[in-house]
């Protein structure tokens, strides 16, 4: 996951949920190694709902799931 772009410290338990919820989405929205422009913009989309304050790993995923909004349809 790129963090070149923010200057916050992340403690490890927070580097370990950002990077479980990113592989998480990578994996439903099928994001493939080289798909890194994609893949740049997830991870700036978890690091933004994360520094809101969106700590909780399930609540985090559930904020930026293409499935959980497709279910809701």
């Known amino acids: 996951m790129a963090f070149k ?4 410290v992340y403690a490890p338990c ?6 479980r919820v ?4 990578c994996r439903e929205r099928r994001l493939a190694l ?3 422009e994609q893949r740049e913009c ?4 978890v690091i933004a709902a994360f ?3 969106i ?4 609540e985090l995923w559930k904020l930026l799931s293409k499935l959980r909004i497709a279910k809701k349809a």
């Open 51 to 53: 520094d809101k304050g």
């Open 5 to 8: 772009k923010y200057s916050g």
């Open 42 to 45: 997830l991870a700036c989309e």
């Open 55 to 58: 700590t909780d790993e399930t």
């Open 14 to 19: 927070d580097l370990d949920i950002l990077q």
């Open 34 to 36: 080289k798909d890194e």
């Open 22 to 25: 990113f592989d998480q989405l």
